[in-house]
């Protein structure tokens, strides 16, 4: 069955690290997203893609990136880890419309 | 004030209770309309969605979109403990280049057997 997968499940690092969290989904799908969710805000948009070597930037986008080197994967890499990331990060995928499939979720601990 | 207003509850009901759950939002432009099911500390599961207005039912679930009112509800009949969960809703416009989808923040619900 097709999936989305994301590694590692839990994290802990300290600040000033660079910290890469993995999404890979077989669903064969062109768009990709990256999401971090925390109480009272909800889901918020991190980065997108639209498709391989194409990325955006969502809402919450400081201090994160994305590359799209594959239709697989969208990596996403946090430059210097600071304790406001510490958060749920979501990785999504969608074929074409507004309808998202989420993967299991990252829990980040920044310290 | 936020595009999409949620109440986050929580809510508490019995089982074998109906339960209604709504969201209100502001921007006409959206388009698609989308419940998800996140059981904790799990990945959002998608329940349903809907293009513009109407209702659709899928087993014991019913969504239903008034977009005159900017209101959509989940009706969940015959409730199980199981249905125990966070219920967030989601919105979808064509906005700067992409389909951009606006979350509620979630309900959470408790179904007590």
């Known amino acids: 069955d097709a999936e989305i997968t994301q590694s590692p499940r839990h994290k802990i690092t300290e600040t000033g690290r660079q910290v890469t969290l993995a999404c890979h989904q077989t669903?064969?799908?062109?768009?990709m997203f990256w999401y971090r969710q925390d109480l009272g805000h909800g889901l918020r948009l991190i980065h997108y893609s639209y498709g391989v070597q194409d990325t955006n930037k969502g809402e919450v986008s400081d201090g994160y990136s994305v590359s799209r080197s594959n239709t697989e994967d969208l990596p996403l890499t946090l430059e210097s880890a600071a304790s406001s990331q510490t958060s749920v990060y979501f990785c999504?995928?969608?074929?074409?419309?507004?309808?998202?499939?989420f993967g299991p979720g990252t829990r980040l601990t920044v310290l | 004030q936020k595009e999409v207003e949620q109440d986050p509850g929580p809510l508490s009901v019995p089982e074998g209770a109906i339960v209604s759950l709504n969201c209100t939002y502001s921007?006409?432009?959206?388009?698609?309309f989308m419940w998800y099911r996140q059981y904790s500390r799990k990945g959002p599961e998608l329940l349903m969605y809907t293009y513009s207005s109407g209702n659709k039912e899928d087993g014991r679930f019913t969504a239903q979109v008034d977009k005159s009112s900017k209101y959509i509800s989940l009706f969940i009949r015959d409730s199980q403990p199981s249905d125990s969960a966070t219920y967030l809703c989601?919105?979808?416009?064509?906005?700067?280049?992409?389909?951009?989808?606006?979350f509620g923040i979630g309900t959470k619900l408790q179904v007590i057997p």
């Open positions: 989601a919105m979808s416009n064509f906005s700067g280049g992409y389909q951009k989808v606006t």
């Open positions: 999504a995928s969608s074929r074409g419309s507004a309808v998202q499939f």
């Open positions: 921007n006409s432009a959206f388009q698609y």
């Open positions: 669903w064969n799908h062109n768009n």
